[in-house]
């Protein structure tokens, strides 16, 4: 019994693990598609086959059901739903979310859940609505943590439930939030009430409230970012440290006729063709796809695919250490994910201490590049270069005699000596020709080691056309001009 998290490679703050739940593992970042036994559009060992190693169910749905109920209790959910890896129940704390209330109490849900055999168990929590109040959402904040406390008491400290984190929109309860579950002891974290926040782009309200419950959960908790379903946010919420994703999306947006890219999605309708690999795509045109008689459940496969086909990516990214690359790529399909991105670059101090040291390669992919965490921390580490009383930044990379030490310059990351070029980041980083924004940034690095060495006297010599941007960075510097 028990929840254990292992990070096995990491990149940002994204970690690529293995969750054990009892006997059972599951490769992390992972999806866990939602399952309504009532409509199933994919079977569960349809899901197996494709890879899924955990599902999640809705264990209100099954206490409520004449058809599923005495089959859970007495078969357990497995045997019912011909699954053997990990299935994960929810409480009935969505339904209470969207119809206001639910005839079943927080004991009564673990208990139920428990005895239908969950593998991980969800307790009441209060997926408090983004448009509360701070009164409001404080109070129901305590309650969920009173109901998190009381399921610890009842079923024991190693029995295998989530710790769900609320706290609505406001940053500080979030964090107490965090802080609560894991004093609590809970390893299996799901940030909560975040959906009301994706379906209306509110990217960078998202980054706020995940960054602030990160900041005080373990680093060795599982994170679970509940009800995020659509691809293309999924890179952004890795980067953070999300590690689960939950997905009914691919099978609700096949109820509505949508099919799923990791740019967005698109109404069959619109669809002149189809722009994906999988096997659906391959054997369908756009026209048979919109009138087949098993469109849904078409609709629904290719939408799978499309978001495992993301999960698979977002590990490939972590063990490259090209997460940043990816969530720059995937930021770019909608303003407000761009939104996001740019508010998640607001914290790049933060990540920075948990990014990695060495990285495949660095790609400049515009303005955005230059606050990423290897710049921040390439330039905080500026201090240490050990540098004379004479220095020389040549833009060129040409060596001048008189001189006691020459610097070398990459933008976006500014000076270094020459027997760092081969090390990560300078060696291993692509840069297009120089523009102004990585220059200005470069330059940051230069004002920083004349700050750390007022004794110092820095020249820098360059093309004329940088003058005007170093002289805005760094002041009244003495500048020369290389040949060219
Ligand atoms: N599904 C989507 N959001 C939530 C949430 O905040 N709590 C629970 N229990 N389930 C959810
Ligand atoms: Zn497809």
């Not at 998190?148 to 706290?167: S, T």
């Amino acid at each position: 019994m028990g929840i254990a998290f292992e990070s096995l490679s990491s990149d940002i703050a994204g970690r690529c693990g293995r969750l054990t739940v009892g006997k059972k593992t599951v490769k992390t970042p992972a999806l866990l598609p939602v399952i309504n036994p009532h409509l199933l559009l994919v079977t569960p060992k349809e899901l197996q086959a494709m890879g899924i190693e955990a599902l999640i169910t809705n264990a209100y749905i099954f206490s409520q059901s004449k058809q599923f109920r005495e089959r859970a209790l007495c078969e357990g959910l497995h045997r019912l739903l011909d699954f053997d890896g990990v299935v994960m129940t929810d409480s009935g704390s969505f339904q209470l979310s969207v119809y206001g209330q639910v005839s079943i109490t927080n004991t009564e849900t673990l208990s139920f859940q428990r005895d239908i055999k969950s593998d991980i168990w969800v307790p009441l929590d209060i997926p408090t609505s983004p448009a509360s109040d701070r009164k409001t959402t404080e109070e129901e904040l305590a309650i969920t943590i009173q109901r998190l406390r009381e399921a610890k008491e009842i079923f024991g400290r190693d029995a295998p439930i989530a710790g769900p984190v609320q706290g609505g929109i406001f940053e500080d309860l979030r964090e107490r939030a965090g802080r609560e579950v894991t004093d609590l002891g809970f390893s299996f974290c799901p940030i909560g009430a975040v959906v009301p926040l994706l379906e209306s782009y509110r990217y960078r309200d998202l980054v706020a409230v995940v960054m602030a419950a990160k900041r005080t959960l373990s680093p060795s908790a599982c994170i679970h970012l509940f009800g995020a379903g659509h691809p293309s946010m999924f890179a952004l919420a890795t980067a953070m440290g999300c590690d689960l994703f939950d997905s009914a999306a691919y099978a609700l947006y096949a109820k509505d006729g949508r099919y799923l890219t990791v740019h967005g999605s698109y109404r069959i309708s619109e669809l002149v063709d189809l722009p994906c690999a999988c096997a659906v795509c391959r054997s369908h045109t756009a026209e048979e796809l919109r009138s087949a008689p098993d469109r849904e459940r078409l609709l629904a496969l290719h939408n799978l695919h499309v978001t495992l086909a993301e999960i698979a990516r977002i590990r490939q990214a972590i063990s490259d250490g090209t997460l940043w690359e990816l969530v720059d790529e995937r930021c770019r399909g909608h303003p407000q994910l761009l939104s996001g991105y740019r508010a998640l670059l607001d914290h790049a101090a933060e990540l920075e201490v948990r990014d990695r040291v060495s990285k495949r390669r660095f790609f400049y992919r515009g303005d955005e590049s230059c606050r990423r965490t290897e710049v921040l921390r390439y330039q905080q580490q500026l201090d240490r270069l050990p540098v004379g009383k004479n220095i020389l930044v040549a833009f060129d990379g040409g060596e001048r005699d008189v001189f006691d030490t020459t610097l070398l310059f990459k933008p976006p990351f500014g000076p270094y000596l020459w027997e760092l070029k081969e090390t990560f980041p300078i060696g291993p980083s692509e840069i297009p020709e120089w523009d102004e924004a990585m220059v200005r940034q470069g330059c940051r690095g230069i004002r920083l080691i004349q700050e750390s060495h007022p004794e110092s006297r820095i020249t820098v010599c360059c093309s004329p056309r940088w003058e005007p941007v170093i002289r805005e960075v760094l002041g009244d510097i003495g500048v020369t001009h290389d040949p060219s």
